[in-house]
């Protein structure tokens, strides 16, 4: 007994240290690298300013970036190291957050016990905001982990307070939520008829929130209708207020110039005036004696209005000067801005086409990859003359996938066109997307075809020498590359009617009786941080006995953010969607997995990854 104890924590301890090792080799591209490392000062800085706010901004953004390249274990230790500073500050609306993002986390990971804690974490955050919608949030997102962890009493409990609280802030969305999960706690507990009157209640709120958003839709249209309306307005009744100003500054500096010609026009006429009064004056008193001190002053007259003449016509001078200079100055600066505008212009021009035909070529170079990728991917219809009862649903992020999907049937191998009665299906998940996924595509789509040629059939043998291919065409010993792919390969085998399937971390799900069984992949990729591998990945059996679906999916579906609170579609939200599809033919299948990501989608989320489920079903005879 104690031999066995010790072998278990040997195990443990191994199996602790294999997934230490497996979060060390995580390697973060070289720009997000400087994005962390860049942020990472800016957390000191901020914090020894006592900035809090800012310092918590810049640890959120750090654990986004090891979230997005699946460090989970860094990503939670970054938001944690922001809950301390967001409580000095009394932000509780990113404290709820953080611990919702933390909580995500351990959902994806399958961990509910830390998923369900973190949850309580974000609801206690939720009431101190004094809330009632953040409250009601908070109590649906505890009430869906316990439901699924089939607590349905308590979920039910929280549910209760949750749908009054969404009720009294009027709430659809919260509501139907609370509805939809009451309905399916009921269900659960076998109380068929609260489940039906919470559905009913559910399908109304669900018809209210499709008006209210037509509505919505057509208000946002009215509104961007008149704004730009508006703004036309707004700019006409600028350009005329500009013309009418600048022909005022010219009335202006005319008015100023003929007023002061008439001011020093008006002193010569007084000027004038008084000294032929005083001529008079003295003819009149003393016209002999004081002839010679008359013409005198008759000339000290003269030469006193010519002085005013004189100062009268500089200053006039001047004045002209100085509104000349500031016209001319005026003139230039404006022409000199105006040159240098057209410059700018010119030059903006010719970037902008520099760029257009740089866009073009790109573009053609992409559709151009496309209709290679389009070129090597089988269509539908050649799986559908293998399995009439199938189907593929894909969906690329870009023009080109990271995503791909590889059917063949088996030969004996080396040339032999001799059939063995055995078909190969796998649908596969490359790092990345767009054009960089889309060659590691095609590498492995021709690696699949070069194994199977070789005569290895079995799934577990295939995945090992696609891992080692991968790693010897990338050179992955000698260089920093660490691509590669998850995946799920099946093996139908039609004289025994047996499915042997492997996974590269991705699992199979299959539907056989109304019942629904996931089968999980291997906790390795392919390539990657792996090495060469000399053991196969592990192989597992099924025995079909009855009409069975077979479903192989990326995670694009399951890690699509969309619904009303922005989360993710989650696995077993999926699954259940699967298990729901399964009674209805291959087209019915495939177009409900297309309107549900649809509709999830909406008009607020856009597509973060390719998207990619091959289902079909087998028959036994």
């Excluded at 559908?384 to 088996?410: C, H, N, T």
């Excluded at 069975?548 to 990326?554: A, E, G, K, L």
């Excluded at 291959?586 to 409900?592: G, L, N, T, V």
Aim: hydrophobic residues 40%; charged residues 25%.
């Amino acid at each position: 007994m104690k031999k066995i104890r010790l072998v278990t924590l040997l195990l443990i301890l191994l199996l602790s240290g294999a997934t230490s090792i497996a979060q060390q080799v995580i390697v973060l591209p070289k720009d997000k690298q400087d994005d962390v490392d860049r942020y990472k000062e800016l957390v000191v800085r901020y914090k020894q300013a006592n900035n809090y706010q800012q310092a918590a901004f810049y640890l959120n953004k750090i654990a986004f970036i090891y979230w997005e390249y699946g460090n989970a274990k860094e990503a939670i230790n970054y938001f944690l190291e922001t809950i301390p500073l967001n409580e000095r500050t009394g932000n509780y609306n990113d404290i709820k957050a953080v611990y919702s993002n933390i909580a995500l986390i351990y959902s994806d990971m399958d961990r509910l016990d830390l998923t369900l804690e973190y949850f309580y974490k974000s609801l206690d955050a939720r009431r101190k905001l004094n809330s009632k919608a953040e409250v009601a949030a908070g109590l649906i997102d505890v009430a869906y982990i316990h439901t699924a962890l089939n607590q349905s009493e308590k979920a039910i409990q929280l549910l209760e307070e949750a749908l009054q609280l969404s009720r009294e802030v009027n709430n659809p969305r919260l509501i139907l939520n609370s509805l939809k999960l009451l309905a399916q706690n009921y269900d659960n507990l076998g109380n068929k008829a609260k489940a039906s009157e919470h559905a009913g209640m559910a399908s109304a709120y669900e018809q209210q929130l499709a008006t209210q958003q037509l509505k919505t839709e057509y208000e946002t249209k009215v509104v961007k209708s008149q704004a730009e309306a508006e703004r036309e307005r707004m700019q006409r009744t600028q350009q005329e207020l500009l013309m009418s100003l600048r022909e005022l500054q010219a009335k202006a500096t005319q008015d100023s110039l003929n007023f002061v010609v008439m001011r020093k026009q008006d002193s010569l006429k007084k000027a004038e005036e008084e000294a032929q009064r005083k001529q008079t004056e003295i003819d009149l008193l003393n016209t002999d004696r004081l002839l010679k001190e008359t013409q005198l002053r008759e000339r000290e007259a003269q030469s006193r209005v010519q002085r005013i003449i004189i100062f009268s016509a500089a200053i006039f001078l001047i004045i002209l000067m100085i509104s000349s200079l500031a016209i001319y100055k005026n003139y230039s600066e404006k022409k000199k801005a105006n040159e240098l505008l057209n410059l700018q212009n010119i030059e903006i021009q010719k970037q902008r086409d520099h760029i257009q035909k740089q866009n073009e070529n790109i573009s053609k170079s992409i559709n151009y990859a496309q209709g290679i990728q389009k070129a090597l991917l089988p269509p539908q219809t050649s799986l559908q003359a293998i399995f009439p009862e199938s189907f593929i649903f894909f969906r690329p992020r870009d023009v080109v996938s990271g995503d791909y999907y590889w059917f063949k049937e088996l030969t004996k191998g080396y040339g032999s066109s001799e059939k063995t009665g055995k078909i190969a299906v796998s649908a596969i998940d490359c790092t990345g997307h767009g054009v960089p996924g889309a060659f590691l595509s095609m590498i492995g789509y021709n690696l699949l075809d070069d194994i199977v040629y070789r005569g290895i059939h079995k799934p577990g043998a295939i995945l090992r020498e696609l891992n080692n291919g991968i790693r010897r065409t990338l050179r992955q010993d000698e260089t920093e590359n660490r691509d590669g792919m998850d995946m799920a390969l099946c093996v139908v085998d039609t004289n025994t009617n047996t499915v042997e399937f492997s996974g590269a971390k991705n699992p199979l799900v299959y539907v056989a009786n109304n019942e629904v069984f996931r089968i999980r992949g291997d906790k390795e990729s392919i390539g990657g941080g792996m090495g060469y591998m000399e053991n196969e990945f592990t192989t597992h059996i099924i025995k079909v006995e009855s009409p069975t679906w077979f479903y192989m999916f990326s995670d694009g579906f399951i890690d699509q953010f969309g619904g009303a609170d922005g989360r993710k579609f989650m696995i077993k939200n999926f699954i259940d969607l699967l298990a729901s599809i399964s009674i209805l033919p291959p087209d019915q299948q495939r177009e409900i997995l297309k309107n549900t990501l649809k509709d999830w989608l909406g008009i607020k989320y856009p597509q973060v990854d390719d998207i990619l489920v091959v289902g079909f079903k087998l028959n036994p005879s």
